[in-house]
Nanobody, 125 residues
């Protein structure tokens, strides 16, 4: 099994920054996960892809809406993936979810089998 726990959400002003963390654990994590991703879901909207990174090679993938503002990274020693969010906009407000998959279909929501509980990001204008 794989467990994912997000943290770091909160309130930021427009133009500000937040860093989200996702700590991964479980007996099978290192054998299972080939990619980790961040998704977000705003009220009344579908969950959408934000960013992803391959666990071994560090190849990244971003949604167009966050390119140049968000950065995904990993700390393998801590089994943690981060999402640095800069130049935040009110439209970035959502619950952010971390997810893990055993494939490399990084932007495909259905490819992810394990999900965290989510962390709320609020952006004030």
């Amino acid at each position: 099994q794989v467990e994912l726990i997000e943290s770091g959400g909160g309130l930021a002003q427009a133009g500000g920054s937040l860093r989200l963390s996702c700590a991964a654990s479980g007996r099978t994590f290192n054998n299972y996960a080939r990619a980790l991703g961040w998704f977000r879901q705003a009220p009344g909207k579908e969950r959408e892809f934000v960013a992803a990174i391959t666990w071994s090679g560090g190849t990244t993938d971003y949604a167009e809406s966050v390119k140049g503002r968000f950065t995904i990274s990993t700390d393998k020693a801590k089994n943690t993936v981060y999402l640095q969010m800069n130049s935040l906009k009110p439209g970035d407000a959502a619950v952010y979810y971390c997810a893990a998959q055993s494939a490399l279909r990084t932007s495909l929501r259905g490819a992810y089998s394990y999900w965290g509980q989510g962390t709320q990001v609020t952006v004030s204008s």
